[in-house]
Nanobody, 128 residues
C-alpha cells in the first residue's frame, strides 16, 4: 500500500521561498497522477497543482501566477512543490495526493475527491 509523507513546511517571512516534498513508499509515484492541495481551517481544500505520469503539470487559478512549480524526482520517488515569493495568504496546510486511475495528462483532476491516497499534510505559515 502506498504511503505519502509531506515535509518542508515551516514558519517563514513574506517574500521567502519554500520547497515542499512528498515522499512516496510502496509504489513508484511516477506511475500515477499526483496533486498538491492546500487547506485553511474552515475552508475547502484548494487545488494547487497536478503532475501527470509523463511529467506534464497544471496549476490552479491562484498558483498560475508563476510562484508555484511542481516537479518530481523519480530516483527519490519524491514530488516537490516550490513556492517562491510567499505571501501571508499562502498560510495553509499543504497536502499531496495520488490519483490511482492514471488520468490522461491533458485531463488531470482538480477536485480533491478524484484523488485516492493522501498524505498527512505539512503546515506552511507566512508572517508579514
Amino acid at each position: 500500500q502506498v504511503q505519502l509523507v509531506e515535509s518542508g513546511g515551516g514558519l517563514v517571512q513574506a517574500g521567502e521561498s519554500l520547497r515542499l516534498s512528498c515522499a512516496a513508499s510502496g509504489r513508484p509515484l511516477s506511475s500515477y497522477a499526483m496533486g498538491w492541495f492546500r487547506q485553511a481551517p474552515g475552508k475547502e481544500r484548494e487545488f494547487v497543482s497536478a503532475l501527470a505520469w509523463n511529467g506534464g503539470a497544471v496549476y490552479g487559478a491562484d498558483s498560475e501566477k508563476g510562484r508555484f512549480t511542481t516537479s518530481r524526482d523519480n530516483d527519490k520517488n519524491t514530488m516537490y512543490l516550490q513556492i517562491n515569493g510567499l505571501e501571508p495568504e499562502d498560510t495553509d496546510v499543504y497536502y499531496c495526493a495520488e490519483d490511482l486511475r492514471r488520468p490522461h495528462p491533458l485531463a488531470l483532476p482538480r477536485r480533491p475527491e478524484k484523488y485516492d491516497v493522501w498524505g498527512q499534510g505539512t503546515q506552511v505559515t507566512v508572517s508579514s
